[in-house]
């Protein structure tokens, strides 16, 4: 079984549109959560992952979603824009939650509202989280994987922090495919990560996506313009 990964798609288009053409034949897509906040096109993004309504997407990419919903969890962006609880958050991303409860349809926040904290996927092999296992809101970064984070499952997938990574043990494997639409590891790159269970393998990649169109965008939507803008640097 082949298994793309991908997290913190945070409402870019482009670059899910990036991550889905270069990505490889797969079984299964799943997603780590966080698939609105920050960049304009929340609704498109929901509806790609849901697999139903207007995306925007190209059709090669179109064609790599699966016929109905890729199983995802509840990022903190999903929660608060679900919920109107922006409750902590800066300035910029208390704006995007306000933009994303304005062009989301009230289907798409009461999916978004109903998305677990985390799931068993993969015929319980692979655990979703965003944050941590023990909590969804936990920053975790690659330096901090161990194995005591592992459950019954094989591979444990977390996003959140936006950085890529990974760690092996005798257990299992612990992962964060890094982030579509918000890369904070200083490669600007959007991030995805495949997971061969087959061959025991993962492969964390990377691919260049059209950032001036976000940062146009962004700028029209009247949007806090750094939202865009530091897209450049993956910061």
Same mark, same amino acid.
């Given at each position: 079984?082949?298994?793309?990964?991908?997290?913190?798609?945070?409402?870019?288009?482009?670059?899910?549109?990036?991550?889905?053409?270069?990505?490889?034949?797969?079984?299964?897509?799943?997603?780590?959560?966080?698939?609105?906040?920050?960049?304009?096109?929340?609704?498109?993004?929901?509806?790609?992952?849901?697999?139903?309504?207007?995306?925007?997407?190209? !059709? %090669?990419?179109?064609? +790599?979603? =699966?016929?109905?919903?890729?199983?995802?969890?509840? #990022?903190?962006?999903?929660? $608060?824009?679900?919920?109107?609880?922006?409750?902590?958050?800066?300035?910029?991303?208390?704006?995007?939650?306000?933009?994303?409860?304005?062009?989301?349809?009230?289907?798409?926040?009461?999916?978004?509202?109903?998305?677990?904290?985390?799931?068993?996927?993969?015929?319980?092999?692979?655990?979703?989280?965003?944050?941590?296992?023990?909590?969804?809101?936990?920053?975790?970064?690659?330096?901090?994987?161990?194995?005591?984070?592992?459950?019954?499952?094989?591979?444990?997938?977390?996003?959140?922090?936006?950085?890529?990574?990974?760690?092996?043990? !005798? %257990?299992?494997?612990? +992962?964060? =495919?890094?982030?579509?639409?918000?890369?904070?590891? #200083?490669?600007?790159?959007? $991030?995805?990560?495949?997971?061969?269970?087959?061959?025991?393998?993962?492969?964390?990649?990377?691919?260049?996506?059209?950032?001036?169109?976000?940062?146009?965008?962004?700028?029209?939507?009247?949007?806090?313009?750094?939202?865009?803008?530091?897209?450049?640097?993956?910061?």
């Amino acid at each position: 079984m082949k298994v793309g990964v991908i997290s913190d798609v945070h409402g870019n288009i482009p670059a899910l549109e990036a991550v889905l053409e270069a990505m490889p034949p797969v079984d299964r897509i799943v997603c780590a959560g966080d698939v609105v906040g920050y960049n304009p096109w929340h609704a498109e993004c929901v509806a790609a992952i849901r697999g139903e309504g207007e995306t925007g997407l190209s !059709d %090669e990419a179109e064609a +790599m979603l =699966p016929d109905g919903e890729v199983p995802t969890v509840m #990022g903190n962006h999903d929660r $608060a824009v679900a919920f109107d609880q922006a409750y902590g958050f800066n300035d910029m991303a208390a704006t995007a939650v306000d933009h994303a409860r304005e062009t989301c349809s009230d289907d798409q926040l009461t999916w978004l509202g109903e998305l677990p904290e985390q799931r068993l996927v993969c015929d319980g092999r692979m655990r979703l989280v965003h944050g941590h296992p023990n909590d969804p809101d936990r920053y975790t970064y690659p330096e901090e994987y161990s194995a005591d984070m592992l459950g019954s499952e094989d591979v444990l997938v977390m996003g959140h922090t936006h950085v890529q990574g990974h760690e092996i043990f !005798d %257990e299992g494997l612990v +992962m964060n =495919p890094g982030a579509v639409g918000q890369p904070r590891d #200083g490669d600007p790159r959007a $991030a995805y990560s495949l997971v061969d269970f087959d061959a025991q393998e993962i492969e964390a990649r990377r691919v260049e996506y059209d950032v001036d169109r976000v940062v146009d965008a962004v700028r029209e939507a009247d949007l806090p313009l750094r939202i865009g803008t530091r897209l450049r640097s993956g910061q």
